[in-house]
Nanobody, 126 residues
Framework: QVQLVESGGGLVQAGGSLRLSCAGS????????MGWFRQAPGKEREFVAA????????YYADSVKGRFIISRENARNTAYLQMNSLRPEDTAVYYC???????????????????WGQGTQVTVSS
Protein backbone atom coordinates (compact mmCIF):
# COMPACT_ATOMS: atom_id res chain seq x y z
CA GLN A 1 0.00 0.00 0.00
CA VAL A 2 1.51 3.31 -1.11
CA GLN A 3 1.20 6.20 1.28
CA LEU A 4 1.96 9.80 0.38
CA VAL A 5 2.06 12.55 2.99
CA GLU A 6 2.36 16.20 2.01
CA SER A 7 3.66 18.95 4.24
CA GLY A 8 4.86 22.53 4.00
CA GLY A 9 1.66 24.34 3.13
CA GLY A 10 0.59 27.52 4.85
CA LEU A 11 -0.24 31.19 4.50
CA VAL A 12 2.14 33.45 2.61
CA GLN A 13 2.00 36.93 1.14
CA ALA A 14 2.04 37.46 -2.61
CA GLY A 15 5.59 37.36 -3.90
CA GLY A 16 6.67 34.96 -1.18
CA SER A 17 7.86 31.36 -1.34
CA LEU A 18 6.91 27.99 0.09
CA ARG A 19 8.40 24.54 -0.25
CA LEU A 20 6.10 21.55 -0.24
CA SER A 21 7.33 18.06 0.59
CA CYS A 22 5.79 14.71 -0.22
CA ALA A 23 7.05 11.73 1.77
CA GLY A 24 6.29 8.40 0.16
CA SER A 25 6.33 4.83 1.29
CA UNK A 26 6.61 1.63 -0.71
CA UNK A 27 9.32 -0.10 -2.69
CA UNK A 28 8.50 1.49 -6.05
CA UNK A 29 8.90 5.16 -5.11
CA UNK A 30 12.30 5.51 -6.77
CA UNK A 31 11.03 3.86 -9.95
CA UNK A 32 7.93 6.03 -10.31
CA UNK A 33 7.26 9.46 -11.68
CA MET A 34 5.86 11.94 -9.18
CA GLY A 35 3.46 14.78 -9.74
CA TRP A 36 1.90 17.75 -8.01
CA PHE A 37 -1.67 18.84 -8.62
CA ARG A 38 -3.84 21.52 -7.06
CA GLN A 39 -7.51 22.24 -6.58
CA ALA A 40 -8.93 25.66 -5.79
CA PRO A 41 -12.43 26.08 -4.33
CA GLY A 42 -15.08 25.58 -6.98
CA LYS A 43 -12.55 24.50 -9.58
CA GLU A 44 -11.38 21.26 -11.11
CA ARG A 45 -8.15 19.69 -9.97
CA GLU A 46 -5.32 20.76 -12.27
CA PHE A 47 -1.85 19.56 -13.09
CA VAL A 48 1.01 21.64 -11.68
CA ALA A 49 4.25 19.74 -12.24
CA ALA A 50 5.72 16.27 -12.73
CA UNK A 51 9.14 14.68 -12.55
CA UNK A 52 10.40 11.39 -13.95
CA UNK A 53 11.75 8.56 -11.80
CA UNK A 54 15.38 9.62 -12.26
CA UNK A 55 14.62 13.32 -11.98
CA UNK A 56 16.09 13.91 -15.41
CA UNK A 57 12.87 15.26 -16.96
CA UNK A 58 10.43 17.74 -15.49
CA TYR A 59 7.12 19.07 -16.75
CA TYR A 60 5.19 22.18 -15.70
CA ALA A 61 1.86 23.81 -16.28
CA ASP A 62 2.22 27.08 -18.16
CA SER A 63 0.79 28.96 -15.19
CA VAL A 64 3.70 27.99 -12.92
CA LYS A 65 6.56 27.68 -15.38
CA GLY A 66 9.52 29.78 -14.29
CA ARG A 67 8.18 30.12 -10.73
CA PHE A 68 7.86 26.56 -9.41
CA ILE A 69 10.52 23.85 -9.32
CA ILE A 70 9.81 20.14 -8.81
CA SER A 71 12.57 17.89 -7.50
CA ARG A 72 13.04 14.59 -5.70
CA GLU A 73 15.38 12.71 -3.40
CA ASN A 74 14.93 9.00 -4.02
CA ALA A 75 17.18 8.12 -1.08
CA ARG A 76 14.61 9.81 1.16
CA ASN A 77 11.52 8.71 -0.80
CA THR A 78 10.59 12.37 -1.00
CA ALA A 79 9.44 14.76 -3.70
CA TYR A 80 9.41 18.53 -3.41
CA LEU A 81 7.72 21.52 -4.95
CA GLN A 82 9.55 24.82 -4.50
CA MET A 83 7.07 27.63 -5.13
CA ASN A 84 8.44 31.12 -5.70
CA SER A 85 6.84 34.43 -6.64
CA LEU A 86 3.53 33.17 -5.33
CA ARG A 87 0.33 34.82 -6.48
CA PRO A 88 -3.17 34.86 -4.95
CA GLU A 89 -4.34 32.66 -7.83
CA ASP A 90 -1.96 29.94 -6.60
CA THR A 91 -4.22 29.49 -3.56
CA ALA A 92 -5.41 25.88 -3.51
CA VAL A 93 -5.07 22.52 -1.87
CA TYR A 94 -1.94 20.92 -3.29
CA TYR A 95 -1.73 17.16 -3.76
CA CYS A 96 1.21 14.98 -4.58
CA UNK A 97 0.68 11.88 -6.66
CA UNK A 98 2.66 8.82 -7.67
CA UNK A 99 2.56 7.40 -11.16
CA UNK A 100 1.78 3.73 -11.56
CA UNK A 101 4.07 3.61 -14.60
CA UNK A 102 7.52 2.36 -13.60
CA UNK A 103 10.74 3.50 -15.29
CA UNK A 104 8.73 5.85 -17.51
CA UNK A 105 10.27 9.08 -18.82
CA UNK A 106 7.10 11.03 -19.54
CA UNK A 107 5.28 13.03 -20.58
CA UNK A 108 2.52 12.48 -18.05
CA UNK A 109 -1.22 12.81 -18.05
CA UNK A 110 -3.51 12.85 -15.03
CA UNK A 111 -4.49 9.25 -15.73
CA UNK A 112 -0.90 8.14 -15.15
CA UNK A 113 -1.17 8.88 -11.41
CA UNK A 114 -2.84 6.27 -9.24
CA UNK A 115 -1.80 7.12 -5.67
CA TRP A 116 -2.60 10.44 -4.00
CA GLY A 117 -1.78 12.23 -0.78
CA GLN A 118 -4.29 13.92 1.48
CA GLY A 119 -3.36 17.41 0.34
CA THR A 120 -1.90 20.51 1.98
CA GLN A 121 -3.47 23.97 1.91
CA VAL A 122 -1.57 26.85 0.35
CA THR A 123 -3.05 30.31 0.79
CA VAL A 124 -1.50 33.38 -0.84
CA SER A 125 -2.71 36.73 0.40
CA SER A 126 -2.62 39.86 -1.74
Amino acid sequence: QVQLVESGGGLVQAGGSLRLSCAGSGRTFSASGMGWFRQAPGKEREFVAAITWTGSNTYYADSVKGRFIISRENARNTAYLQMNSLRPEDTAVYYCAKSYRLYYDGPFGSADFASWGQGTQVTVSS
